[in-house]
């Protein structure tokens, strides 16, 4: 088996003018960033065909959501088929901010999966919220989001998914989870993905971590052995991003 490649996804939500973004695309031309390290970056869906057209071609352009079909009336939506078409290559699906207001985990398995039959690759989000970590229920609660997307793709998908293990206390917040606290269940998550897809799927699926990631708490969560990369929300509209993409070096 090959060895998990690290990854570092950007998420910039709904943030960015015309202007802002093109300076971040002149900040990410201009950094020296890790070979060691894929790096995805997802700005807001208006602005993706802009930063895959001005970007570098080894940092890949993702959206930040996708709908769950093809084209069609759907008024505000993004088909996979559009992104495809664009050459846009990643898609994040189940984002807590968009959970939060009702996409159900079987709703964003079949984000993902019609993602995927169109040849986009998946940034699929996972996470508790602080009353499940208090209770102690970070496990029950995030295993059901991981279950409806095993039982949504096959063994071959998962070779274009990576996992973002992302509690929701954490994103935001400045609150970013121990090292330990993420090991944890990033080590949970991997036992329970090789119960129920498979041990090969196991080894070879990266899961990120997202919550207040930053070029200074990267380095230590990076160490850990089943910390596979970011998924990157303030930060990745900083300098600091570079940091986060070379933490490992
Ligand atoms: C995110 O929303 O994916 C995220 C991790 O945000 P932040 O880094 O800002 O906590």
Same mark, same amino acid.
Not at 158 to 183: D, H, R
Not at 189 to 213: C, F, H, N
């Given at each position: 088996?090959?060895?998990?490649?690290?990854?570092?996804?950007?998420?910039?939500?709904?943030?960015?003018?015309?202007?802002?973004?093109?300076?971040?695309?002149?900040?990410?031309?201009?950094?020296?960033?890790?070979?060691?390290?894929?790096?995805?970056?997802?700005?807001?869906?208006?602005?993706?065909?802009?930063?895959?057209?001005?970007?570098?071609?080894?940092?890949?352009?993702?959206?930040?959501?996708?709908?769950?079909?093809?084209?069609?009336?759907?008024?505000?939506?993004?088909?996979?088929?559009?992104?495809?078409?664009?050459?846009?290559?990643?898609?994040?699906?189940?984002?807590?901010?968009?959970?939060?207001?009702?996409?159900?985990?079987?709703?964003?398995?079949?984000?993902?999966?019609?993602?995927?039959?169109?040849?986009?690759?998946?940034?699929?989000?996972?996470? $508790?919220?602080?009353?499940?970590?208090?209770?102690?229920?970070?496990?029950?609660?995030?295993?059901?989001?991981?279950? &409806?997307?095993?039982? &949504?793709?096959?063994?071959?998908?998962?070779?274009?998914?990576?996992?973002?293990?992302?509690?929701?206390?954490?994103?935001?917040?400045?609150?970013?989870?121990?090292?330990?606290?993420?090991?944890?269940?990033?080590?949970?998550?991997?036992? #329970?993905?090789? $119960?129920?897809?498979?041990?090969?799927?196991?080894?070879?699926?990266?899961?990120? #971590?997202?919550?207040?990631?930053?070029?200074?708490?990267?380095?230590?969560?990076?160490?850990?052995?089943?910390?596979?990369?970011?998924?990157?929300?303030?930060?990745?509209?900083?300098?600091?991003?570079?940091?986060?993409?070379?933490?490992?070096?």
């Amino acid at each position: 088996l090959e060895a998990r490649k690290f990854f570092v996804g950007g998420n910039w939500k709904c943030n960015g003018s015309v202007q802002q973004v093109n300076d971040l695309i002149s900040m990410l031309n201009q950094s020296t960033l890790s070979t060691d390290t894929e790096v995805v970056v997802c700005p807001s869906q208006l602005f993706v065909q802009g930063v895959k057209n001005g970007l570098r071609s080894d940092i890949s352009v993702g959206a930040q959501d996708v709908w769950t079909g093809g084209n069609g009336a759907y008024t505000g939506e993004t088909s996979a088929d559009m992104l495809a078409d664009m050459g846009v290559k990643w898609a994040i699906v189940g984002h807590s901010e968009r959970r939060m207001r009702g996409e159900s985990d079987v709703e964003v398995a079949s984000k993902a999966k019609y993602a995927l039959g169109r040849g986009i690759k998946v940034i699929a989000c996972c996470g $508790e919220p602080l009353e499940a970590r208090e209770a102690g229920t970070t496990n029950e609660y995030v295993f059901p989001q991981i279950k &409806a997307y095993a039982d &949504a793709f096959t063994k071959a998908d998962w070779a274009n998914v990576v996992i973002a293990y992302e509690p929701i206390w954490a994103i935001g917040t400045g609150l970013t989870a121990t090292p330990e606290q993420a090991q944890d269940t990033h080590a949970a998550i991997r036992k #329970y993905l090789g $119960e129920i897809a498979g041990s090969d799927v196991a080894e070879s699926t990266r899961i990120l #971590y997202g919550g207040s990631a930053s070029g200074k708490t990267a380095p230590g969560l990076s160490a850990k052995p089943d910390i596979d990369g970011f998924l990157v929300g303030g930060a990745s509209l900083k300098p600091e991003f570079a940091d986060i993409v070379n933490c490992n070096g």
